[in-house]
Structures are given as C-alpha cells and as structure tokens.
Nanobody, 116 residues
Framework: QVQLVESGGGLVQAGGSLRLSCAASGSIFSANSRGWYRQAPGKQRELVAIITKIGITVYADSVKGRFTISGDNAKNTVYLQMNSLKPEDTAVYYC??????????WGRGTQVTVSS
C-alpha cells in the first residue's frame, strides 16, 4: 500500500508560479508511471502530466511549455513545477502513481487557485 500526500498548492496571481510536491510513503521507483491530474469545479478529472518508468513525459496541450513534471527517486517524491499560471489552471490537483497489476494510487489533492 502506498500513500500519497500532495502539498504546495495555494492562491497565486495570474503569471505566477507554484511547485507541487507529492510524497509517497513507500518506494515508487518501479512505478509504471507517476503523474498529476486536476479537476476543476463541474468538470471531469483530466491528465496534466505524467512521467513513465523510463522517463518519458507527457503533458496536456494546455500546459505544455508552462508545467514541468519531475521525480526524485531517493525521496519518493514527484514534483510539478507550474509557471505562467492562468485562471483556467484553477483546480484541485491530484497525484497518481500506477504500480501496475491493478495497483493505482491517488492522493487527496491540493487546491490551486489562480486569480486574474
């Protein structure tokens, strides 16, 4: 069982930056993928960015060039650096770790609010 705890969310003005962190309670080095998703009010949860076991990164078109996902295996932590934030980035951001074989873990989320 892996527990994920997100941190780093908050209120920021448009154009600002935040760095989200996702700390895992156990090793996630062998995870098939580690990623960030978000859910805005009244909308479905959507992929923001993932990083695979072999280091391939995938980003939603809406965040390409602004967000960067990275991981620190020694700290069992996944990061999401968010720059040039826009009001439409406002959402609850969730960390996800997919260990394969049906083991898929989610954090409880961290709120990001971008004011115009």
């Amino acid at each position: 069982q892996v527990q994920l705890v997100e941190s780093g969310g908050g209120l920021v003005q448009a154009g600002g930056s935040l760095r989200l962190s996702c700390a895992a309670s156990g090793s996630i080095f062998s995870a098939n993928s580690r990623g960030w998703y978000r859910q805005a009010p009244g909308k479905q949860r959507e992929l923001v960015a993932i990083i695979t076991k072999i280091g391939i990164t995938v980003y939603a078109d809406s965040v390409k060039g602004r967000f960067t996902i990275s991981g620190d295996n020694a700290k069992n932590t996944v990061y999401l650096q968010m720059n040039s934030l826009k009001p439409e980035d406002t959402a609850v951001y969730y960390c996800n770790v997919n260990m394969g074989a049906g083991f898929d873990y989610w954090g409880r989320g961290t709120q990001v609010t971008v004011s115009s």
